[in-house]
């Protein structure tokens, strides 16, 4: 508990600093407990690996317990899934200096086993956000469920993230990559291997985009061997996310509960990683160490 409270104060600290402790004007009362705390609540449980909210309940000293209720928490943390992604993008911003090269991929997050896929229920309310089935290339794998695009930079910040069917090709997130960055150079795996978007980028945003060709290619020449190093950054940064914050497991039965989790889990990462570089002073993806 002791831990808990102590990290709960270092995280609230930095948001504290970042935005006003009020960010939504829905509640007719004024809760006990404001948007900001819950949402330092929330980052805090999630860097200490507490997926599930009856354990964190558990865990809450009485001075929390007493301001909320877990169903409010709840309802409320999926409320604020737009001021959690504001404080993520402006954290990272903060992390990261000016950059012109960034590196894209994507992973894949299960919902279910794909046994279960018929007749599972979960994030199925609406057809559009539903999870279908898909195929990982990278781990030869068939999953039910989503997947999550992102793009990081070489220090190992996340610049911006989408989650999509699972059915969904890297390539169709790269339609909206040009109207979120531009003058800068892409940096993929053969999965976004395409020259027709290639074209479509460089001419709408001035973005470069680097993959490897294939062998069989008439203009084939191998990756620059510092852009095949900087691929592996994004893939160190996904395999922290499903070791240490557990992106892949899922106690969520709604869409708005998985994107939020999904999105409360990196924003807890960003945060780790503008504490160790302004308040520690030590490498930012130092991820394991305490915080306090």
Do not use: W
């Not at 994507?106 to 007749?119: A, G, H, I, Q, Y």
């Not at 470069?208 to 290619?217: C, F, G, I, V």
């Not at 922290?240 to 989790?261: E, P, V």
């Amino acid at each position: 508990m002791d831990n808990l409270l102590a990290n709960y104060g270092r995280i609230l600290e930095v948001l504290q600093s970042m935005s006003e402790n009020t960010l939504l004007s829905y509640q007719r009362r004024k809760p006990k407990l404001s948007d900001i705390e819950l949402i330092s609540l929330c980052l805090t449980a999630e860097y200490l690996g507490i997926d599930s909210e009856n354990y964190l309940f558990t865990l809450l000293p009485k001075e929390l317990k007493q301001k909320i209720d877990r169903s409010v928490y709840n309802r409320r943390k999926r409320r604020l899934f737009f001021h959690i992604e504001a404080l993520r993008v402006k954290i990272s911003e903060l992390v990261t200096n000016i950059q012109t090269h960034y590196i894209i991929d994507s992973m894949p997050l299960e919902v279910c086993k794909l046994s279960r896929s018929n007749r599972a229920k979960i994030c199925k309310e609406q057809y559009d956000t539903s999870p279908n089935q898909g195929y990982c290339a990278s781990q030869s794998m068939h999953f039910y469920g989503y997947k999550l695009h992102a793009i990081c930079s070489f220090e190992g910040v996340f610049h911006s993230i989408d989650l999509t069917k699972a059915s969904v090709h890297d390539i169709k997130y790269l339609e909206d990559v040009k109207y979120q960055m531009n003058d800068c150079v892409l940096i993929g795996d053969k999965g976004y291997l395409s020259s027709t978007v290639q074209l479509d980028l460089f001419e709408s945003a001035n973005i470069e985009l680097s993959t490897p060709k294939r062998k069989n290619q008439l203009d084939y020449k191998p990756q620059s061997f510092l852009y095949q190093k900087g691929r592996k950054r994004i893939e160190t940064l996904f395999s922290q996310l499903c070791d240490q914050f557990m992106i892949r497991r899922n106690y969520a039965k709604s869409f708005d509960g998985y994107k939020t989790r999904i999105l409360s889990k990196i924003t807890a990462l960003t945060t780790v990683q503008y504490i160790n570089k302004f308040l520690l002073k030590r490498n930012i993806n130092t991820l394991k160490k305490s915080i306090i």
